[in-house]
């Protein structure tokens, strides 16, 4: 069989969606938050067996203030045995709730914030080859403090959070010097650079 690798077609670059024939789909694993799913499907004539983390999705937010600054929160991640800093971001867990409105929720419980002006960043899948998530992450402007009285009681791992405000051009810095390591953080700041230097996302 010949495997072309080079694609001579000239339209521009775009992700697509795809729909492969499924010829078999069972849980391999439930567990208390996650799921993996065990699939078999045929691909190109070939038929093939792949198993993935079954994700309900999740929304993350670059929270910018009146100076530039990105609010950051530091969390610890258990798999990866560190504390990380991270812009606020959670799951999809509660049915029916828009994509803006999960990410004002988790502004809300993650960094004490509120904020008047909501845009899209970014859209992306964190392992496309391992798992279903796919993750938009939107910028927040026009942030205000939540009074005190009306703030959300973080438990587990969010209740030791603590969070910073950090110039972007250095979260930006210092994501590429290897100092942050969270996906949605690497992604969310340096396409929150980019945007603040031309507010047309669609002109480069």
Partial sequence: MTNTLDDSDTAPVRDVARSVPVQDRHTAFGGAIWSVQRETFTLEDEQLTREFVEHPGAVAVVALDDKDQVCLVRQYRHPVRSELWEIPAGLLDVPGESLVDAARRELAEEADLSANDWSVLMDHYPTPGSSSEAI?????????????????????????????????????????????????????????????????????
């Fill in 136 to 204: 938009r992450i939107f910028l927040a402007r026009g942030l205000q403090e939540i009074p005190a009285e009306q703030r959300h009681a973080r438990e587990a791992e969010e209740a030791h959070m603590i969070r910073r405000w950090v110039p972007l051009d250095e979260a930006v810095t210092a994501a590429l010097n290897g100092c942050l390591h969270n996906a949605n953080t690497l992604i969310g700041v340096m396409a929150a650079r980019l945007r603040t230097r031309n507010p047309d996302p669609d002109q480069p």
